[in-house]
């Protein structure tokens, strides 16, 4: 039998390897050429003598979207400062931010945060002390900061990250809608009353739901609308010994309440809503009322993504046995222990938060487009004061209103309004929202759900108790 | 000449050959040596991880309490197991992969059967069934959440609503069966391949004997082909099942494990606990516990199902 | 089992087809049906181009919309979003690490095959054995060794990785496709006198070629949509396509148009690479019929 020569003239075969294999090293020296010496393509472009690169790791929301556009503009003012993203999903970011921060990562010179992490953070040493920068930097004036808003991003007096994006939660109803239904939407609704509307209004037959409420797991999703529902009704997650309240009557009633009101009048699915789907709804006209953030304004009053434009009213989160209920929640920016850029990170942390950047946005993007709730004179400015007429000021009265320090009936020993400023909370509360979830799935009963989850609690507590906290 | 091993011959150690040159010593080094880059890389590469990992799983550490690391011994993996948590979510991972590795395997066979004959614009089908396989899947997953389960905007419920079954929440109803919906549609494309080139390289000769013997295509296929596919859908069934058991942007991105725990598999159960409970030390001791629960039962597996490991092969 | 089968081919044909019996109508069926299947089962994948051409306010209604006023502005927003970097940056990470899986992997599928000794058994499943731990559990500490060797957020890392991810992979399916190769070939080079390197060069590479192309093309798929290593050892400098595309879901407003079509873009160099190729594929995995 013929050996190997036969095989040479074997069609095809033979010939691909060569043609392949010459593709391959071309593909692979070009690309080599560019990065071999260099960590990533991300790094091309930059650098140079004298030149710092800044890292920021963002989530990506869309005044954050509109703020990289803006760089350029501060890379011009700036020229010895080069500034790289990273912009991921609100969950991915946290879990990616939290994990190179808690272990002495450098890879971010500006991390963005919320008030949720700030004081732990601070507290823990991580983050560096913005207060000095701050009163050093002239024009910044951190006293315009709303004041709540400071509060909450203050450790021991001292600013630890400076705002960047703030909200509150209110409810959205359409107008006109109720003026067909001759209904009339109280200037301070509760939430009995906020279910009578629903009920009027729901109507199974066209597809419109009385109310939109979020019910995603999460410790940040469905738990935040909840947790302002449990603080309104008197419930709360502990009490002054930190005994977990979770199946007290207060707020076994709240979260009945809650669970009922998406059960009976409530949008379809739901058990895995969120924002993104109660957006839609709304704004495709499927929805009566929606109670979340103070920027729901963006999906609403945004003719690219919503129908209803000019038919949306606002008014402040609903209450029962409270006063107010609305939540505070900012994305903050701050500067890691580890930084090595700490100056041109407080540079351009200055710019992005600053008044003349307010200004900047609105050119040039919009003045819708400004980003809310950080800055008593954004609420001054004429242009804006015009263009977000219809939610300036329910949203400014709500991010007033929420106090982080207080937010329960009955005094408590930890802050934070729709989340438990503690650091296990991330993962109790995504637990405990995972059997809510199911309730309100039907899977479970509203009792078991929170009797699990009441264990769930208690074990945290546990911790609490005796130490120092 | 090489037989193929549906003779039933007896069972043979792979390992000596001794017509391949003289079993000699350096002989038995040069066969090794080729194999040595590979093998050294990957011990390194992968095993120094899973000694760290082995190493931080008796810690108790969690991220956010600094200062709260301290060696705990083995007091973790008690933990893990007295975790009731854990074990339903065990329970979802084997539901979810075998479920998921038989569906696809069985679809693929179907569809590597229809795309073995010719018919006009083969070669265009053959490339709108790969597809799926080729989308990331974080994309894939939310594209099966939001455009086709929906319940009020989706095209399911959209195509069964005039049958008066539109309006089906399939996401809370059903997760498990959503997420396994939305792997098996992207794996189906790699067991399909698969099989197909199976059916193939089945040698023209033997079927047309076959034929000619007059046996019905039942019989064919039950007969031949059948034992020759054999081989592939065994290598579909071990690799889907090692990379399924691992799945995680399905259930991340369309339920996020939920309602409660219903869809929630180990890697999604162990992420939780690393990137929420930042409890590093629980969930590397889970992620110890799961690679040991998965190489016993590979073990016994592959020994006892596949003929890859009962030595029953020879090379050509 | 009890068919002994004849002396395999020595060249699968690629299309084994039997004979055409029951006439046209048959094939007629057999064509409507398939068309109908495929269109079925890329009708996600159609949706998703389609959605990324859409407002969002039309990516999501009732009823879903067929027919809507098109417009780019999602690529335009997803292109000016800094994809170039991520592309450069999955494309040596995808294409280094394939190489050197290949260059890995066939030496090992050789020696396990052609050439086996006494541990093939336990070498094989060792190295499937190394994709049992999942990534999960060992991230952090991952994340926290490669901290120690100021190695995070460099592209290195990641085609490190990727190697290791890839390479038991690979290993398994070339050695299907070296125990394709014809003893008779072997003894032939053998008694030629042929030494190992051309034994190779000449004799198994040519045979086994497409068996390369198809599990480069397998590994090419799964380094280039791989996630989660990436997204957790990675930050400005060294973030892949995937990492990316997670940039464009936001928690608070709508993205599903903008995701489609970065997903769209993502997706098209390995669904071109896929569709040149899947001839080769199927060519290529018929070689490897496991024997």
């Known amino acids: 039998m013929a050996p190997a020569r036969k095989l040479i003239t074997q069609p095809g075969w033979a010939r691909k390897p060569r043609r392949w294999h010459a593709f391959l090293t071309a593909l692979l020296v070009l690309p080599a050429l560019a990065l071999t010496g260099c960590a990533g393509a991300g790094a091309l472009g930059g650098g140079g003598a004298g030149v710092q690169t800044v890292t920021v790791a963002i989530v990506s929301n869309a005044q954050m979207k509109d703020a990289i556009d803006l760089v350029p503009e501060f890379e011009k003012t700036h020229p010895g400062i080069r500034m790289r993203f990273v912009s991921l999903s609100e969950n991915q970011a946290r879990a990616k931010i939290t994990a190179s921060v808690a272990t002495g990562g450098t890879e971010f010179d500006v991390v963005m945060i919320s008030n949720y992490e700030t004081p732990q953070w601070a507290s823990f040493g991580w983050l560096t002390d913005l207060q000095p920068y701050a009163d050093a930097t002239p024009g910044y004036d951190p006293q315009d900061i709303l004041p709540k808003v400071r509060e909450a991003l203050s450790y021991q007096g001292h600013l630890y990250s400076v705002p960047f994006y703030g909200e509150s939660s209110f409810l959205a109803y359409r107008k006109d809608l109720f003026e067909q239904a001759g209904l009339t939407m109280p200037a301070h609704p509760t939430w009995t009353q906020v279910r009578d509307f629903a009920a009027k209004l729901d109507n199974k037959q066209t597809g419109l739901a009385g109310i939109c409420l979020r019910g995603l797991p999460g410790w940040g999703e469905v738990m935040a609308p909840l947790d302002t529902v449990i603080n309104t009704f008197g419930g709360s997650w502990y009490n002054m010994n930190w005994d977990a309240q979770l199946n007290s009557p207060e707020t076994t009633q709240a979260v009945e309440f809650y669970v009922n009101l998406l059960r009976d009048y409530g949008e379809p699915g739901p058990a895995v809503s969120s924002f993104g789907e109660c957006a839609t709804l709304f704004g495709q006209g499927n929805v009566a009322m929606w109670y979340d953030a103070t920027s729901v304004v963006f999906a609403l009053e945004d003719p690219s993504q919503s129908k209803v434009v000019g038919k949306v009213g606002y008014v402040p989160a609903p209450v029962e046995k409270t006063q107010h209920s609305g939540w505070l929640y900012t994305w903050s920016l701050a500067i890691p222990k580890t930084s090595e850029h700490k100056d041109a990170a407080w540079q351009f942390m200055s710019w992005m938060t600053s008044k003349d950047y307010m200004h900047l946005v609105g050119k040039e993007k919009g003045w819708a487009h400004l980003p809310p709730g950080s800055r008593t004179s954004t609420y001054e400015i004429p242009e804006y004061r015009q263009a977000a007429a219809p939610y300036l000021q329910p949203t400014l009265d709500a991010m007033n209103n929420a106090d982080q320090e207080h937010p329960t009936l009955n005094p408590v020993p930890y802050t934070g309004i729709q989340f438990v400023s503690i650091p296990e909370f991330q993962d109790v509360g995504t637990r405990v929202s995972q059997q809510i979830s199911a309730a309100i799935a039907g899977h479970s009963s509203v009792a078991d759900a929170l009797k699990e989850s009441q264990k769930y609690a208690q074990t945290v507590g546990d911790t609490y108790k005796g130490a120092a906290k | 000449m090489t037989t193929t091993i549906e003779a039933a011959t007896a069972p043979k150690r792979a390992a000596k050959r001794p017509e391949h040159g003289p079993g000699s010593r350096a002989d038995g080094w040069s066969r090794r040596i080729p194999l040595l880059p590979a093998l050294v890389f990957t011990f390194i590469v992968t095993q120094l991880p899973f000694v760290v990992t082995i190493y931080y799983s008796l810690q108790s550490w969690n991220l956010v309490r600094p200062g709260s690391r301290h060696f705990v011994g083995l007091s973790n993996y008690a933990q893990v197991f007295t975790d009731s948590q854990f074990r339903q979510v065990m329970l979802n991972t084997v539901v979810l992969t075998v479920g998921a590795v038989l569906i696809s395997v069985a679809l693929g066979l179907l569809l590597a059967l229809m795309l073995n004959r010719a018919f006009p614009g083969r070669g265009v089908v053959r490339t709108m069934l790969i597809t799926p396989f080729l989308i990331t899947p974080v994309a894939a997953a939310l594209l099966w959440k939001t455009t086709l389960l929906d319940p009020t905007y989706g095209l399911v419920n959209f195509v069964l609503s005039p049958f008066g079954a539109g309006k089906t929440d399939w996401i809370s109803s059903f997760p498990l069966t959503a997420v396994m919906m939305a792997i098996v549609w992207q794996w189906t494309p790699f067991m399909m391949l698969l099989i197909l080139a199976g059916l193939q390289s089945q040698p023209a000769d033997v079927l047309e004997a076959a034929a000619v013997d007059g046996a019905s295509t039942l019989g064919i296929f039950r007969e031949v082909t059948i034992p020759h596919l054999r081989r592939f859908i065994e290598l579909g069934i071990v690799l889907g099942t090692i990379y399924l058991i691992n799945v995680f942007d399905q259930i991340y991105m369309m339920t996020q494990g939920g309602p409660g725990i219903a869809s929630a598999n180990l890697p999604f159960y162990i992420y939780q606990r690393a990137f929420l409970g930042f409890d590093i030390g629980q969930s590397a001791a889970m992620g110890v516990v799961v690679a040991i629960l998965t190489t016993i039962v590979a073990t016994f597996a592959l020994r006892l199902i596949f003929r890859t490991f009962s030595g029953k092969e020879e090379a050509a | ?291």
Not at chain 3, 233 to 239: D, K, N, S
């Open chain 3, 1 to 291: 089992m009890s068919t002994s089968t004849v002396a395999p081919p020595a060249a699968p044909t690629s299309t084994s087809e039997p004979t055409p019996r029951k006439g046209s109508g048959r094939k007629v069926i057999l064509a409507v049906v398939a068309w109908l299947v495929g269109i079925v089962f890329v009708f996600p994948v159609f949706w998703m181009v389609l959605t990324a051409f859409k407002q969002e306010a039309d990516a999501y209604t009732s009823p879903p919309k067929l027919f809507f006023a098109p417009t780019l502005e999602q690529f335009k927003e997803v292109l000016g979003s800094g994809a170039g970097p991520a592309l450069l940056n999955s494309l040596f990470a995808t294409v280094v690490s394939t190489v050197l899986v290949l260059l890995l992997a066939i030496p090992a599928a050789f020696a396990v095959s052609l050439r086996p000794v006494g541990k093939t058994r336990d070498v094989l499943f060792f190295f499937i054995s190394t994709k049992m731990l999942p990534v999960v559990a060992a991230i952090v500490p991952i994340y926290v060794v490669v901290n120690e060797i100021h190695m995070v957020d460099n592209i290195w890392t990641l085609v490190v990785l990727y190697t290791a991810m890839n390479l038991p992979i690979a290993i398994w399916m070339m050695r299907s496709f070296f125990l394709e190769v014809p003893g008779a070939l072997l003894e032939a080079a053998s008694i030629d006198g042929a030494s190992l390197a051309r034994t190779m060069r000449e004799v198994v590479l040519p045979v086994v070629s497409p068996g390369i192309a198809a599990t480069a093309l397998i590994c090419v798929i799964f380094a280039w949509n791989e996630f989660f290593i990436a997204v957790n050892l990675t930050a400005a400098q060294a973030g892949t396509v995937p990492v990316f595309l997670v940039g464009f879901i936001t928690s608070e407003g709508l993205y599903f148009a903008k995701l489609c079509a970065a997903a769209t873009l993502a997706a098209l160099p390995v669904v071109i690479a896929g569709w040149v190729a899947q001839n080769k594929l199927v060519q290529g995995l018929s070689f490897g019929a496991v024997k």
